[in-house]
Nanobody, 125 residues
Framework: VQLQASGGGLVQAGGSLRLSCAAS????????MGWFRQAPGKEREFVAA????????YYADSVKGRFTTSKDNAKNMGYLQMNSLKPEDTAVYYC???????????????????WGQGTLVTVSS
């Protein structure tokens, strides 16, 4: 599967953005989709994940209650809705996918085989 992330940009603190991840080559419903981010000088960190059929979602504590991940299987798309953005959310955001992950691996970036190119989110204070 090929992934392409989009939707990043500059937003003021408290604002919202929706990131999209377009999948091609395989049905997104066949994959666990994860979202990760990497801020300058920091390691890549887990943000959110959604199971194959989209029924179960998982979030990092730092974004729980503010971010929502979803899939649209008909459009072969994944989404990360980000609300109440904070300056510390500034990072390059990546979508990732894998077919065969156990739940305990959803937050592990090295477990994912397929990655999008990243989209920059900048939150100004």
């Amino acid at each position: 599967v090929q992934l392409q992330a989009s939707g990043g940009g500059l937003v003021q603190a408290g604002g919202s953005l929706r990131l999209s991840c377009a999948a091609s080559g395989r049905a997104v419903s066949d994959y666990i989709m994860g979202w990760f981010r990497q801020a300058p000088g920091k390691e890549r960190e887990f943000v959110a994940a959604i199971a194959r059929r989209g029924g179960n979602t998982y979030y990092a504590d730092s974004v729980k209650g503010r971010f929502t991940t979803s899939k649209d299987n008909a459009k072969n798309m994944g989404y990360l809705q980000m609300n109440s953005l904070k300056p510390e959310d500034t990072a390059v955001y990546y979508c990732a996918a894998d077919r065969f992950l156990i739940q305990s691996s959803y937050a592990t970036s090295s477990a994912y085989d397929y990655w999008g190119q990243g989209t920059l989110v900048t939150v100004s204070s």
